[in-house]
């Protein structure tokens, strides 16, 4: 791909937690970070609260990141299928529905932090109750990227997989 291929690593992408506290960006290379507005936030927000809010702005950074990706191939020339689009081969409907389906999870550096996915589209994100009490936001942060990065390196080794299995 080239060129493109190098436009397509470079997507950077940032979503906003439903409640407005967290911003969770996605730079080059899958490098993580995640902000709190502020540390009475990150301090006292209850440890299903903060998981939840985790997980629904993971769910928001990957839709932002593939809507950039298509954008990206659309304006190269690329014919860009929306999920609900109906293809002509059936090798690319069951490719999707097993795509769909695909499940990667990770866990930070020092295993404070775990992220499951399915699909890239609905993300769980669990923690040790006191993990925010412990850690400082930049360590946080620092762990909650390693999970990132480790749930990306899953999923996209799952995706090999399983196009090498539908396509090859």
Known sequence: MGVVGDQLDAVEVQ??????????????GDAVDVQFKSDEYFKSVPHETLS???????????????????QILEAEGFEVYGEDD???DKRVRVFREKRAQVK????????????????????????????????S??????EFGGAVAAVISEYSAQMTQLKTAMFT
């Open 104 to 135: 990667a999870a990770g866990r930070s550096p020092k295993r404070h932090i775990a992220i499951a996915t399915v699909g890239l589209r609905d993300f769980k994100v669990r923690f040790e109750r006191d993990v925010t009490r412990r850690l």
């Open 86 to 88: 109906a293809h002509w």
């Open 52 to 70: 939840h809010q985790l997980g629904r702005a993971l769910t928001l950074l990957a839709v932002g990141r593939i809507r950039k990706r298509h």
């Open 137 to 142: 936001r930049s360590e946080f942060s620092g």
């Open 15 to 28: 979503a906003i937690s439903p409640d407005g506290e967290i911003t969770v960006k996605l730079g080059t």
